[in-house]
């Protein structure tokens, strides 16, 4: 258990449909990265947050968006969802707001299908 | 653009044989890189990091070296081992320092 904690684990939607991931990041970490993985493409950077504000975004949709509440945890909301954005959404916490030495710690992913 | 590149979708090697990945990079200001081994249903944790001051660093069995001139790091595996099969990806650290970004990943397979 990396300490990073992803809910839920897969999801099943239809297209047009919104959902929305939770991250819950690593105790006494600041900042959450949430990443895309999909089949042919590694993984894509999408937003930063650092103790609750947004500090950088990578290749997000403007369909996507994302917060950091009070306690940390984050949620990326995906909505109109198509079937290219079909794919693994990772999140990851550091203590601070760059990458540590060592990087990220990752949670395990959220599969999301849209069918 | 790919300004993380890992040419190679997969690799094959024997185990107790020297498996090496590959990975090059486009932005000459990049100065930190990563390496991460990710299993299936997992996600990616963190194998070994290399600063742009340095050629080599090194932690057991891996190996990491870094050629500023051609952009280019390899990560070395000696002597491979079967549990050492997963996918491995390369990372830079980008030049804000906000973020880390990934090149598409290298599968290795180790055979026994």
């Known amino acids: 258990d990396s300490g990073v904690t992803q809910t839920p684990k897969h999801l099943i939607t239809a297209t047009g449909q919104r959902v929305t991931l939770r991250c819950s990041p690593r105790?006494?970490?600041?900042?959450v990265y949430w990443y895309q993985q999909s089949l042919d493409q590694g993984l894509q950077f999408l937003i930063q947050y650092y103790n609750g504000e947004e500090r950088a975004k990578g290749n997000i949709l403007e369909r996507f968006s994302a917060q950091q509440f009070p306690d940390l945890h984050s949620e990326l909301n995906l909505s109109s969802l198509e079937l290219g954005d079909s794919a693994l959404y990772f999140c990851a916490s550091s203590a601070t707001g760059s990458p540590p030495n060592y990087g990220y710690t990752f949670g395990s992913g959220t599969r999301l299908t849209v069918v | 653009d790919q300004q993380v590149k890992q040419n190679s979708p997969s690799l094959s090697v024997q185990e107790g044989r020297i498996s090496i990945l590959n990975c090059d990079y486009t932005n000459s200001m990049f100065d930190y890189f990563l390496w991460y081994k990710k299993y299936p249903a997992e996600g990616p944790t963190f194998l070994i990091s290399?600063?742009?001051?340095?050629d080599k660093n090194e932690d057991g069995r891996f190996t990491v070296f870094l050629n500023k001139s051609a952009k280019h790091l390899s990560l070395h595996i000696v002597p491979s081992q079967p549990g050492d099969s997963a996918v491995y990806f390369c990372?830079?650290?980008?030049?804000?320092?906000?973020?880390?970004?990934f090149g598409k990943g290298t599968t290795l397979s180790v055979s026994s």
């Open positions: 290399i600063s742009s001051i340095k």
């Open positions: 105790s006494g970490d600041l900042s």
């Open positions: 990372a830079a650290e980008n030049q804000a320092g906000t973020a880390l970004i």
